[in-house]
């Protein structure tokens, strides 16, 4: 999965986490759930039995008739929290986290777009605390030591802090030596974090033991910031945040070592893979375009004629790539089809967007708005978009499950 990480003063707000760097890292095995989408369409539990519903106007109705005729409510169950799931779709192996290949995994041929039968690929590693339902005697869950933590970036003091989710209260504070750091992710098997430091360097943590393994030192020209892992968490991206020396470095994660290097926009900042891991998107705002280079490959396909770029997300079958930028007034996210690189449509959000988020579903997009200072909610189904004033500079985003 995707995670993007920044260095601002956030805060929280309609569950989403605004923070300085968040990444969730879980450690349990999760029930692997999946909804389905029709065109136009999706399913949800109704008095415990699955249903097919769609819009009018702008209220949810129940659909008596498929039209599609593939809608069959024996092939799910509602026992997941009152949420519909295949039958038989939880990860009974002992794999904790999914892999491309792996169990609960996908893969595909690089740029063939997928015809999936779910709207989305389940993820055992959650952005955010996967907690069960509070029952109404209780108000608060319990706590237990499988439950997720979260890693913080510190840039001014170089620390990576851990802190628990439930309770919330910091495990432990990581001395990261190179100091100066930007963003942290985590590898899918849940094993290690890495951070990038503007300082020039990539550092890897062991998470068992929550101290920094080893500090791959870059070229001085480099000044390491955005960071991607690929989903089978083989190779990670990182982007060089300047003018002279604008590269993506690629790294293997077993050696721990620069395997290429890549030339790209300037002022290069955000890194987001596809789902499936085989295209690697580069955005900045300081740039005239969107860089979009083959994993397999290692070159670069095409530039997107988008300015001032700074986000990209995913629909969960790749097809669709949503793409913030400031180069309008207000802000706008462009959604691409991922096959023939089109822009398919526009929706304007708020003045100089920053980061962008799917919900699970593909229902909802969310924008934060760094200089209009606030939060545009993208509703895909209906096409409507709206923003809320928040009165500070939101970035940052992770939804709550």
């Given at each position: 999965?995707?995670?993007?990480?920044?260095?601002?003063?956030?805060?929280?707000?309609?569950?989403?986490?605004?923070?300085?760097?968040?990444?969730?890292?879980?450690?349990?095995?999760?029930?692997?759930?999946?909804?389905?989408?029709?065109?136009?369409?999706?399913?949800?539990?109704?008095?415990?039995?699955?249903?097919?519903?769609?819009?009018?106007?702008?209220?949810?109705?129940?659909?008596?008739?498929?039209?599609?005729?593939?809608?069959?409510?024996?092939?799910?169950?509602?026992?997941?929290?009152?949420?519909?799931?295949?039958?038989?779709?939880?990860?009974?192996?002992?794999?904790?986290?999914?892999?491309?290949?792996?169990?609960?995994?996908?893969?595909?041929?690089?740029?063939?777009?997928?015809?999936?039968?779910?709207?989305?690929?389940?993820?055992?590693?959650?952005?955010?605390?996967?907690?069960?339902?509070?029952?109404?005697?209780?108000?608060?869950?319990?706590?237990?030591?499988?439950?997720?933590?979260?890693?913080?970036?510190?840039?001014?003091?170089?620390?990576?802090?851990?802190?628990?989710?439930?309770?919330?209260?910091?495990?432990?504070?990581?001395?990261?030596?190179?100091?100066?750091?930007?963003?942290?992710?985590?590898?899918?098997?849940?094993?290690?974090?890495?951070?990038?430091?503007?300082?020039?360097?990539?550092?890897?943590?062991?998470?068992?033991?929550?101290?920094?393994?080893?500090?791959?030192?870059?070229?001085?020209?480099?000044?390491?910031?955005?960071?991607?892992?690929?989903?089978?968490?083989?190779?990670?991206?990182?982007?060089?945040?300047?003018?002279?020396?604008?590269?993506?470095?690629?790294?293997?994660?077993?050696?721990?070592?620069?395997?290429?290097?890549?030339?790209?926009?300037?002022?290069?900042?955000?890194?987001?893979?596809?789902?499936?891991?085989?295209?690697?998107?580069?955005?900045?705002?300081?740039?005239?375009?969107?860089?979009?280079?083959?994993?397999?490959?290692?070159?670069?396909?095409?530039?997107?004629?988008?300015?001032?770029?700074?986000?990209?997300?995913?629909?969960?079958?790749?097809?669709?790539?949503?793409?913030?930028?400031?180069?309008?007034?207000?802000?706008?996210?462009?959604?691409?089809?991922?096959a023939t690189f089109k822009t398919l449509g526009t929706y304007t959000v708020g003045l100089d967007p920053s980061d962008i988020k799917m919900s699970y579903g593909d229902q909802w997009l969310v924008v934060n708005n760094d200089s209009g200072g606030s939060i545009s909610v993208i509703d895909l189904r209906k096409g409507a978009v709206s923003t809320t004033q928040v009165g500070t500079s939101p970035s940052g985003i992770a939804f709550v499950h």
């Open positions: 999965m995707t995670i993007r990480l920044s260095t601002s003063t956030k805060f929280m707000a309609f569950g989403i986490l605004l923070s300085m760097g968040w990444f969730v890292l879980e450690s349990c095995e999760c029930d692997q759930t999946k909804e389905e989408n029709f065109p136009g369409y999706w399913v949800t539990c109704i008095n415990n039995k699955p249903t097919l519903m769609t819009y009018s106007g702008n209220s949810p109705n129940i659909v008596t008739s498929d039209p599609a005729g593939s809608f069959d409510p024996s092939q799910y169950a509602c026992s997941h929290n009152g949420s519909p799931h295949y039958k038989g779709s939880e990860d009974s192996s002992p794999f904790k986290i999914s892999s491309p290949a792996g169990p609960g995994g996908y893969a595909r041929t690089p740029h063939q777009a997928t015809q999936p039968t779910a709207a989305y690929v389940p993820q055992q590693l959650r952005d955010l605390p996967f907690l069960p339902d509070i029952p109404p005697s209780q108000t608060t869950p319990n706590c237990d030591s499988s439950y997720p933590d979260v890693l913080q970036t510190n840039h001014n003091n170089g620390l990576l802090t851990r802190i628990s989710t439930c309770p919330f209260a910091i495990k432990t504070t990581i001395p990261i030596t190179a100091g100066n750091t930007l963003q942290v992710m985590v590898t899918p098997d849940g094993s290690t974090a890495l951070t990038t430091s503007f300082n020039s360097a990539v550092s890897f943590i062991n998470l068992a033991t929550n101290t920094v393994s080893y500090t791959l030192q870059t070229d001085p020209s480099i000044n390491p910031n955005g960071l991607a892992i690929s989903p089978d968490g083989t190779t990670a991206y990182v982007t060089s945040f300047n003018a002279t020396n604008s590269v993506v470095l690629v790294i293997n994660m077993a050696t721990k070592q620069i395997t290429a290097t890549l030339n790209t926009i300037q002022f290069p900042s955000g890194a987001t893979l596809t789902p499936d891991g085989s295209e690697l998107w580069i955005t900045s705002p300081l740039a005239q375009s969107v860089d979009i280079f083959d994993t397999l490959s290692n070159t670069r396909i095409m530039g997107l004629a988008i300015s001032q770029a700074t986000d990209v997300a995913f629909n969960s079958t790749g097809t669709h790539a949503y793409v913030t930028s400031g180069q309008t007034i207000p802000g706008s996210v462009y959604e691409i089809d991922t």
